[in-house]
């Protein structure tokens, strides 16, 4: 079964052609930076026109890590259209963007849902429209090129999980794949206010301040939770590689969602 594009035209180009010029336009206008032996990042979800800046530092530092990460590439993103207490797995084959199709890691979809089938479940797959997890797959597609056929998805939707229980289970893979997670910040505050919002956010999430998860103004916080804590307990390090708003990339000031590119490593 092959997942069809459903934020196409509304998050970012179908054309293939008009999403290329997007995406070239994005990755060039990136200031210098190099990254090395990254576990996992955190990336952007909203459209292009608003996030894609940001999103295209998580993957210039991906793609310079491309010949080092495992070939598996767990996608965690939030849940914005269902209600559901367990972590929804894309049973998919393939996954459709305008550059062609990215290839499903089947053998770990089902020992997720065979071994763990109080955490994580298909059962909703087809309500799936989840645009934090699509507008991911044409930055990965982008980015891999010919190296596509290497690697493989694992879609995995987050909503109110038992985040301890869900990061036992992904510590299992640590050494297997890698863990992109999606999460824009605060939402629809003043510029000034946002900036200062989103730099409280960030300060929880990448300093690990567990105990203070819940002031966290992110859509993302059960998948970036889930992250910490394997973040945590292997000692991986951050980097804030940019921080902007849609303030910054739309100039409309008065209502902005705030977005950040983080790397572990």
């Excluded at 992250?227 to 708003?245: G, I, S, V």
Aim: glycine share 2%.
């Amino acid at each position: 079964m092959i997942r069809p594009m459903k934020a196409a035209d509304a998050f970012y180009p179908a054309d293939p052609k008009v999403l290329k010029e997007m995406l070239d336009y994005f990755f060039e206008n990136i200031e210098a930076f190099k990254v090395e032996n990254i576990k996992a990042a955190i990336t952007p979800h909203a459209g292009y026109v608003y996030s894609g800046q940001v999103a295209a530092y998580t993957y210039q530092a991906i793609k310079q890590n491309l010949d080092n990460i495992p070939k598996t590439i767990f996608v965690m993103s939030p849940d914005h259209y269902i209600w559901m207490n367990k972590v929804l797995v894309g049973n998919y084959d393939e996954l459709e963007t305008p550059f062609g199709n990215l290839k499903v890691d089947k053998k770990v979809v089902n020992e997720l849902l065979e071994n763990f089938p109080t955490l994580f479940t298909d059962e909703f797959l087809t309500y799936d429209q989840e645009h934090a997890q699509e507008t991911q797959y044409p930055f990965l597609k982008y980015i891999l090129q010919n190296k596509s056929d290497e690697f493989k998805i694992v879609p995995l939707i987050f909503w109110q999980v038992d985040i301890m229980q869900v990061s036992a289970v992904l510590e299992n893979y640590v050494w297997k794949a890698f863990f992109l997670v999606s999460s824009d910040l605060s939402h629809y505050h003043s510029y000034e206010e946002a900036k200062q919002i989103d730099t409280e956010t960030i300060d929880i999430m990448i300093n690990e301040k567990l105990e203070q998860i819940n002031q966290a103004d992110t859509c993302g916080i059960y998948p970036w939770a889930s992250l910490l804590l394997l973040a945590k307990k292997f000692n991986w390090k951050w980097e804030l590689l940019k921080y902007m708003n849609s303030g910054d990339t739309a100039w409309d000031k008065s209502k902005v969602v705030g977005y950040a590119s983080v790397v572990y490593k």
